[in-house]
């Protein structure tokens, strides 16, 4: 016999916003408006979602 588990959040839906909103992002000037901007983002981590349960992970 499985013994009942009173899990509070494993398997729980977590709500995510997929819709693009501009109001989320900071804007400011360019100090150089007559040079192409380049832009590098690293990241030693990351998060993802488990398929099954939508709980949220994490990875180096």
Do not use: H, R
Not at 23 to 52: G, M
């Amino acid at each position: 016999m499985t013994p009942e588990l009173n899990l509070k959040s494993l398997g729980a839906k977590t709500p995510y916003i997929f819709e693009y909103n501009s109001d989320l992002l900071e804007a400011f000037t360019n100090p150089n408006p007559n040079l192409d901007p380049l832009i590098t983002l690293e990241c030693k981590e990351f998060t993802s979602l488990c398929p099954i349960t939508s709980q949220p992970d994490f990875g180096t």
